[in-house]
């Protein structure tokens, strides 16, 4: 499959077209420069740059810390008593009840604390396709590509807002100098009138993109039409589920003219388009080389089992090279910048570098046992399993190695589990393949329990508070000793498995538990060394049912998504679109009591943050200052 090698003039214009940009918020009017967009667009040279300008909000918005599906899931919670602050910590702190309408938390209205100005890209991209005629050496086919990918900006820019906001203004044309007050206060548009204005856009784009990118040295990372499908279905995913198709909770809201704001009532219809584009964007995928990630890396490994193999493939399936990577759908060309936050100290050498590489990302008892078993059920439910002593005490033997550290105590709930378990999740005993280590009988483990333990809580700064770290996002290659020397990588945006199961969840929300369901749900468990759902149910749960029936299917991909994609900043969108992160944050986010040395002591959960989660908290509040500004302006519910 052709892939994209290189994003580095991409990136570097970016940086030089973004240093000087006004902030002109979401007031969309032409800018009073106006004589300088004629220079701006006179040849395609200068276009060109502009269009990166274009995309250049879209690749800042791959700063996990300010992305709601990232912090504000529960898969990961952060202290917020630090004496040191690396970044900004808002987003974290959603989860405690600290979001505030007179000054929102990542607010990608105005993009201010920690939110990116998306109107402002909205604007810019309105400027291209404005001025797309002027360049007179622009090639016909090249003015078809470009408006296509700022078609298809805009509406993903559009989609980025609906989904924390809800009801959006449509900034479908830039407004003239001398618009009056009145016109500069645009009124929002109902939910559904905004997704399909979002649909609308990409229909329109996606004949035109190409359908891979055969200028590689050039353009990585620039949109094709694969891309803009997979994108599609997820914004009728989106719009199809209980959030917005038919919300009791917003049946009543309207704006100030009457004007009912959300769909009252629920159409069925919404998940067969939703199923349709997946199936196509699929299709589509599969025809340019895309599959599922399943060899084994080889850069740097030594003698290692087929047991450590497998899980290394579900670790590389994330941090492999873009380009060598053909289950990536799309990703954001600026690297993942936290891995110092994501690794614990595994060597004596590494507690020197703790204030700068503390591993403070920390994964709740609750994330860990989203996990299945090894018989690829819930752990609640294997008949098999021993689930109310997974607290207990248990060491590691032969038949748990390379998995566990042999002859170490730990925790019984890290034994007989599947192969996503060991590569997402590091634990007290677990083993660490990598760090500079190429055979696996040199891999170091994780120890984790008391202050004098190499991973333990070392300072206010360098203490990871659950005992968990979320070993997903360390690529194996990433070295943490006297020095910390990082191997790079793009986190996805969107990725073949995750199509699948979307996919899958579509299907079975408009017909039901099908032949067709199950395929695309076994083909992901399969690449994680499970059998077929319908078969694991049949065999090892409490509850055999379970697939047969749509609700209990539903479960059942809920929560594959939810373990296939975690820490991808994915799941805080998906809680949000299900109806379903109320619940996931009703209950305490716990983990171990890390100042404890004994496994005996260390082995008790602790509450590490009581999450407050209201009804209001799935839309953003928008700020009140813009409600005092526009008082067209309706405020989001309940807020």
């Not at 109320?582 to 890390?594: E, F």
Request: aromatic share 12%; with cysteine; net charge negative.
């Amino acid at each position: 499959m052709k892939k994209l090698r290189s994003y580095y003039k991409l990136m570097l214009l970016v940086a030089l077209a973004t240093s000087g940009q006004s902030c002109k918020k979401y007031l969309d009017i032409t800018p009073d420069n106006v004589a300088t967009l004629d220079y701006t667009f006179r040849n395609r040279n200068e276009t060109e740059d502009y269009l990166f300008t274009c995309y250049s909000t879209m690749q800042h918005l791959n700063d996990v810390v300010n992305n709601p599906g990232f912090v504000y899931s529960g898969e990961i919670v952060y202290p917020n008593n630090l004496n040191d602050h690396f970044f900004n910590e808002s987003g974290f702190n959603l989860i405690r009840g600290l979001q505030l309408s007179s000054d929102p938390a990542l607010n990608y209205w105005d993009g201010t604390n920690g939110g990116q100005a998306i109107f402002q890209a909205l604007r810019r991209c309105n400027i291209m396709l404005e001025n797309i005629d002027k360049p007179i050496d622009l090639s016909a086919s090249e003015k078809v590509r470009w408006i296509a990918e700022t078609k298809f900006l805009k509406a993903f820019y559009h989609y980025y807002l609906i989904r924390m906001y809800g009801p959006m203004l449509l900034i479908k044309e830039n407004l003239p100098i001398n618009a009056s007050a009145e016109e500069v206060k645009r009124k929002r548009a109902s939910v559904d009138e905004s997704f399909d204005y979002v649909v609308s856009l990409l229909d329109e784009a996606i004949p035109d993109l190409p359908p891979v990118i055969s200028n590689q040295a050039l353009e990585f990372g620039r949109i094709t039409k694969f891309m803009a499908m997979s994108v599609k279905a997820e914004v009728l995913a989106t719009q199809a589920s209980p959030l917005f198709n038919g919300n009791p909770d917003y049946a009543n809201i309207k704006d100030h003219d009457g004007k009912a704001l959300f769909s009252a009532t629920f159409d069925a219809t919404k998940w067969r388009k939703a199923a349709d584009a997946a199936k196509a964007a699929i299709t589509e995928c599969e025809a340019q080389g895309l599959k599922l990630y399943t060899t084994p890396p080889t850069v740097n490994i030594g003698t290692i089992s087929d047991k450590l193999k497998n899980v290394l493939v579900l670790q590389n399936d994330i941090t492999e090279k873009w380009e060598q990577n053909p289950e990536l759908i799309w990703a954001l060309n600026y690297g993942f910048g936290y891995q110092n936050f994501c690794i614990p100290r595994l060597t004596s050498d590494a507690a020197s570098l703790a204030s700068s590489n503390p591993g403070t990302f920390a994964v709740p008892i609750q994330t860990a046992e989203l996990f299945y078993t090894d018989k690829g059920v819930p752990i609640n439910e294997d008949k098999t399993w021993d689930y109310a002593g997974r607290f207990n005490i248990q060491t590691g033997d032969d038949s748990s190695a390379p998995l566990i550290q042999t002859g170490y105590a730990t925790a019984k709930e890290h034994f007989n589990r599947e192969r996503r378990f060991y590569a997402d999740i590091a634990f007290d005993g677990g083993i660490w393949f990598g760090n500079g280590k190429r055979n696996e009988n040199e891999a170091y483990y994780v120890n984790a329990r008391g202050p004098y333990a190499l991973a333990g809580p070392k300072s206010l700064t360098a203490t990871n508070i659950t005992g968990y770290w979320p070993k997903k996002l360390a690529n194996y290659l990433t070295v943490y000793t006297n020095l910390f020397t990082t191997e790079n990588y793009h986190l996805p945006v969107m990725r073949l498995s995750g199509l699948y199961l979307l996919y899958a969840e579509c299907v079975n929300e408009a017909d039901g538990p099908s032949a067709e369901v199950y395929t695309y749900i076994d083909r992901v468990r399969a690449r994680a060394g499970l059998e077929g759902v319908v078969d694991s149910w049949s065999k090892y749960s409490k509850n055999p049912a379970k697939p047969s029936s749509k609700d209990g299917l539903r479960q059942i991909i809920h929560q594959e998504r939810r373990i296939e994609l975690c820490f991808e900043a994915q799941s805080g969108w998906d809680l949000r679109r299900w109806k379903e992160l109320q619940d996931v944050l009703s209950r305490p986010l716990q983990g171990w009591k890390v100042d404890e040395g004994t496994p005996e002591n260390y082995y008790r959960p602790q509450t590490v943050v009581q999450p407050v989660f209201g009804l209001k908290d799935y839309l953003w509040p928008i700020s009140t200052n813009d409600l005092i500004v526009n008082n067209n302006l309706t405020q989001n519910p309940y807020w």
